[in-house]
């Protein structure tokens, strides 16, 4: 069971906008900023997103993320099939004094 | 752009201890807080544990606690994690990150993983 809420799906066309959320609380998302990474398969994960609406160089616009109180989410249009992966929200707990991450949503470009 | 390089994964049995190393270059190591983050076959990111740039600052995740230990050498620029009374349940990968100052725990850089198998 993960501190971090996400759907263990997400699915969308090619050229869609899709939407992954990450719901925590006031001791996690609701005091702290919120990171994205994304995982292909068989690789290792890669930042898309850090202090909650930031890019690393290198990651395309078309990722987005936004935090609301207790909440994140993390936006993709422009979808494309390189876009199939597994995605993370993660964030600093303060009660726990540890980073948690979500239990990961898989993206599917039907 | 960094680059972290993990080894010394394998499989070892019940009880015993391991030690996994990462090492760093192309990037300032020793201002960077470095994490490890695991991952089951078939299952999500499990943070490990992290260790804060100054080398003695170190958190760990409940699950791992007392069991395994993070050191660091910034003059090797190698990150460690020492595993200890290994269970079936530490199955995994096994990641080291970089996480950069005031990103707010953001790890930037990513080793490849090595796997550690304690068969049940």
């Known amino acids: 069971q993960s501190v971090l809420t996400q759907p263990p799906s997400a699915s969308g066309t090619p050229g869609q906008r899709v939407t992954i959320s990450c719901s925590g609380s006031?001791?996690?998302?609701?005091?702290?900023?919120v990171n994205w990474y994304h995982q292909l398969p068989g690789t290792a994960p890669k930042l898309l997103v850090y202090?909650?609406?930031q890019r690393p160089s290198g990651v395309p616009d078309r990722f987005s993320g936004s935090k609301s109180a207790t909440s994140a989410s993390l936006a993709i249009s422009g979808l494309q099939s390189a876009d199939e992966a597994d995605y993370y929200c993660?964030?600093?707990?303060?009660?726990?004094?540890?980073?948690?991450f979500g239990g990961g949503t898989k993206l599917t470009v039907l | 752009q960094g680059q972290l390089v993990e080894s010394g994964g394998g499989v070892v049995q019940p009880g015993t201890s391991l030690r996994l190393s990462c090492a760093a270059s192309g990037f300032r190591f020793r201002t960077y807080a470095m994490h490890w983050v695991r991952q089951p076959p078939g299952k999500g990111l499990e943070w490990v544990g992290f260790?804060?740039?100054?080398?003695?600052?170190?958190y760990y995740a409940d699950s791992v606690k007392g069991r395994f230990t993070i050191s660091r050498d910034n003059s090797k620029s190698t990150l460690y994690l020492q595993m200890n009374s290994l269970r079936a349940e530490d199955t995994a990968v096994y990641y080291c990150?970089?996480?950069?100052?005031?990103?707010?725990?953001?790890?930037?850089?990513w080793g490849q993983g090595t796997t550690v198998t304690v068969p049940s």
């Open positions: 993660s964030t600093w707990d303060r009660s726990l004094n540890a980073v948690v």
């Open positions: 260790m804060w740039s100054d080398g003695h600052t170190v």
């Open positions: 990150g970089g996480d950069p100052p005031s990103s707010g725990y953001a790890l930037y850089i």
């Open positions: 202090g909650n609406n």
């Open positions: 006031s001791s996690n998302i609701g005091s702290e900023t």
